[in-house]
């Protein structure tokens, strides 16, 4: 199933910033899911640009705070 979404991260410069999100989420874990888990591919962006990709394996890392914090959530919420 695939979801999108957008969610607001708490910057530090004390505003909110939006991570937009695309994800295929499995309803069990897969050997291709992040860290063996149900989101096998999964795009960040902030301000229009990829800042986290997973395609059945990593492609570009967390590049911002705030895409490490969306990772964290979504991986929370999907597990």
Do not use: C
Not at 14 to 29: C, D, L, M, Q, S
Request: proline share 6%.
């Amino acid at each position: 199933m695939w979801t999108e979404g957008e969610i607001l991260i708490p910057s530090e410069n004390g505003e909110n910033t939006p991570i937009r999100y695309w994800a295929k989420v499995y309803a069990k874990n897969s050997q291709f899911g992040i860290e063996g888990g149900k989101i096998s591919k999964l795009m960040l962006k902030q301000n229009s640009e990829i800042v986290y990709n997973y395609d059945r394996g990593l492609d570009v890392p967390p590049q911002t705070p705030e895409a490490d914090t969306t990772l964290a959530i979504l991986l929370y919420h999907f597990k």
